[in-house]
């Protein structure tokens, strides 16, 4: 198969081409570890080689055999390093199992080909690591693809991969599509599991799925591997019918609120904010009833509960790895970000924490309360266009916790709302600045309604496509391949 060939087919198309022996598994596989080895070198997306051979999966799966990666971060596949983008796990520690989405992703047929990039314990809206060194963004290399998920985000926008897994505790699915160009759903809490090491990651903030090119493919993963695991600590309610049933199905006449105003008062971009405001117009015209309205955050004390949650999550992980390997916790094996939100958490108190909880049920409640009048929010996904590599310096020893959250969360106002509320949310490729890069759109809906999000980010990807629109340097690598 040729490299030329498999970047035009997302995971749905391989799948189908496999299953019609038209090409074998083994030759997709081969012509995704060419493309990967190909583009790698511009983007710096990997940890670690490739693996020698894809990892054990499930042939007769849905997916037969078609090409994934794993982010370096949460999830674990058996005697696999995991490394967390810090140099305190020093070439990765090996886990003796699967996690319980890992081991969906081997029976859902997906064959992973290696490790992606990730910021240090994931805490960066950027993928520049002291650990990995910078990932590069494939429609300007010299810009971030986002982060925590910017390895993936970087291998496929620039169709190296045509899925790859992510996370997001603050955005972290949503911010690397955003800025990449692609389709990032994060599912609604409890939709995918977390165990067996968690059973509310990142004090429930946290949720693992993949970024994918296609809306297609996000609903057809989902299917894959939606639902608790055993002993999880949250179980809801499955949907009606398979997900791939909502892509194209007719969404109804919805009720669509449009804000491009940030919760924060920080400063929106002008073309990111009428991208969004565009989308409103193109919904209303396609009959949806649509105005401009959002829910009321009040961000000071938001911002303040999320400091106090990440940071104890960061300092748990750290001080748990540091007794674990005998290795102390300094400047040597921690970025300056990540010891200081270890510093700031020892200052917390059991009832700090519990506080910020408080905060969460408080502001959950009040946006449910908006989305009982409202089926979706339309956004922007980001501020801002991706921001040269360097921009969101994690290694900043003079930010301490407090400034480096303040300064991630300007860049970042509108995606970690719905990591406190637990709501579906997807950013889709839906526009482009003046200069040629990505602009995504968020689309939230209520809890538990992915299939509502479907629906409708399908008849967005009819009526504004984007499949054509890709990263032309890197992709012109493939060219005749």
């Given at each position: 198969?040729?490299i030329s060939?498999?970047?035009?087919?997302?995971?749905?198309?391989?799948?189908?081409?496999?299953?019609?022996?038209?090409?074998s598994?083994?030759?997709?596989?081969?012509?995704?570890?060419?493309?990967?080895?190909?583009?790698?070198p511009?983007?710096?997306?990997?940890?670690?080689?490739l693996?020698?051979?894809?990892?054990?999966?499930?042939?007769d799966?849905?997916?037969?055999?078609?090409?994934?990666?794993?982010?370096d971060?949460?999830?674990?596949?058996e005697?696999?390093?995991t490394?967390?983008g810090?140099?305190?796990?020093g070439?990765?520690i090996?886990?003796?199992?699967?996690?319980?989405l890992?081991?969906?992703?081997r029976?859902a047929g997906?064959?992973v080909l290696?490790?992606?990039?990730?910021?240090?314990?994931?805490?960066?809206?950027a993928?520049?690591?002291?650990a990995?060194?910078?990932?590069?963004?494939?429609?300007?290399?010299?810009?971030?693809?986002?982060?925590?998920?910017?390895?993936?985000?970087?291998?496929?926008?620039?169709?190296?991969?045509?899925?790859?897994?992510?996370?997001?505790?603050?955005?972290?699915i949503?911010?690397?599509?955003g800025w990449?160009?692609?389709?990032?759903l994060?599912?609604?809490?409890g939709?995918?599991?977390?165990?067996?090491?968690?059973?509310?990651?990142?004090?429930?903030?946290?949720?693992?799925?993949?970024?994918?090119?296609?809306?297609?493919?996000?609903?057809a993963?989902?299917?894959?591997v939606?639902?608790?695991?055993v002993g999880?600590?949250?179980?809801?309610?499955p949907p009606g019918?398979?997900?791939v049933?909502e892509?194209?199905?007719?969404p109804?006449r919805?009720?669509?609120a449009?804000?491009?105003?940030?919760?924060?008062?920080?400063?929106v971009?002008?073309e990111?904010?009428?991208a969004?405001?565009?989308?409103?117009?193109?919904?209303?015209?396609?009959?949806h009833?649509?105005?401009?309205a959002?829910p009321?955050?009040?961000?000071?004390?938001?911002?303040?509960?999320q400091?106090?949650?990440?940071?104890c999550?960061?300092?748990?992980g750290?001080?748990?790895?540091?007794?674990?390997?005998?290795?102390?916790?300094?400047?040597?094996?921690?970025?300056?970000?990540?010891?200081a939100?270890v510093?700031?958490?020892q200052?917390?108190?059991?009832?700090d924490l519990?506080d910020?909880h408080?905060v969460?049920?408080t502001?959950?409640?009040a946006?449910?309360?908006?989305?009982?009048?409202?089926?979706?929010?339309?956004t922007?996904?980001?501020?801002t266009?991706?921001p040269?590599?360097?921009?969101?310096?994690a290694n900043?020893?003079?930010?301490?916790?407090e400034?480096?959250?303040a300064?991630?969360f300007?860049?970042?106002?509108?995606?970690?709302?719905?990591?406190?509320t637990?709501?579906?949310?997807?950013?889709?490729?839906l526009?482009?600045?003046?200069?040629?890069?990505?602009?995504?759109v968020q689309l939230v809906?209520?809890?538990?309604?992915?299939d509502?999000l479907?629906?409708?980010?399908?008849?967005?990807?009819?009526?504004?496509?984007?499949r054509?629109?890709?990263?032309?340097?890197?992709?012109a690598?493939?060219?005749?391949?």
């Amino acid at each position: 198969m040729k490299i030329s060939d498999y970047a035009e087919c997302d995971a749905t198309g391989l799948a189908q081409l496999i299953a019609a022996r038209e090409v074998s598994a083994a030759e997709v596989q081969r012509a995704a570890r060419a493309a990967i080895e190909q583009v790698n070198p511009a983007l710096n997306a990997l940890v670690g080689d490739l693996f020698d051979e894809p990892l054990a999966c499930d042939a007769d799966g849905p997916f037969r055999g078609v090409p994934f990666a794993i982010k370096d971060l949460a999830i674990h596949a058996e005697g696999v390093p995991t490394s967390l983008g810090s140099r305190l796990t020093g070439r990765g520690i090996p886990l003796p199992h699967d996690t319980e989405l890992m081991a969906r992703f081997r029976q859902a047929g997906l064959a992973v080909l290696g490790r992606t990039a990730t910021p240090e314990f994931g805490f960066n809206a950027a993928t520049e690591s002291v650990a990995n060194g910078p990932t590069r963004n494939p429609w300007d290399v010299a810009r971030t693809p986002g982060g925590s998920s910017g390895g993936s985000a970087a291998l496929v926008a620039a169709r190296a991969l045509p899925a790859a897994h992510a996370s997001d505790g603050g955005g972290s699915i949503r911010i690397p599509a955003g800025w990449c160009g692609l389709v990032g759903l994060k599912p609604t809490r409890g939709r995918t599991p977390p165990g067996p090491d968690f059973d509310e990651m990142l004090g429930g903030l946290a949720i693992e799925f993949a970024v994918t090119r296609t809306v297609r493919d996000a609903a057809a993963l989902l299917d894959a591997v939606h639902g608790a695991g055993v002993g999880d600590k949250f179980e809801i309610r499955p949907p009606g019918r398979p997900y791939v049933e909502e892509v194209g199905a007719p969404p109804g006449r919805l009720r669509v609120a449009v804000t491009a105003r940030s919760w924060s008062g920080s400063a929106v971009d002008p073309e990111h904010a009428q991208a969004a405001l565009a989308v409103g117009r193109e919904l209303a015209s396609l009959g949806h009833v649509v105005e401009e309205a959002s829910p009321s955050v009040d961000w000071e004390p938001f911002v303040k509960a999320q400091l106090a949650i990440w940071t104890c999550f960061v300092a748990s992980g750290a001080r748990g790895l540091s007794a674990a390997l005998g290795v102390p916790l300094g400047p040597e094996v921690l970025e300056a970000t990540t010891l200081a939100s270890v510093e700031y958490s020892q200052r917390l108190t059991a009832l700090d924490l519990h506080d910020a909880h408080h905060v969460c049920n408080t502001i959950r409640r009040a946006v449910a309360g908006f989305f009982q009048r409202h089926d979706v929010l339309i956004t922007p996904t980001t501020a801002t266009p991706p921001p040269p590599l360097g921009t969101l310096d994690a290694n900043d020893a003079s930010l301490g916790a407090e400034g480096w959250i303040a300064k991630l969360f300007d860049i970042i106002p509108f995606t970690p709302l719905f990591n406190v509320t637990g709501q579906p949310a997807i950013s889709l490729p839906l526009a482009e600045t003046g200069a040629g890069l990505p602009i995504g759109v968020q689309l939230v809906g209520r809890y538990g309604a992915e299939d509502t999000l479907f629906r409708l980010a399908a008849q967005l990807e009819q009526a504004l496509p984007w499949r054509a629109r890709r990263p032309k340097a890197v992709i012109a690598r493939h060219a005749g391949s």
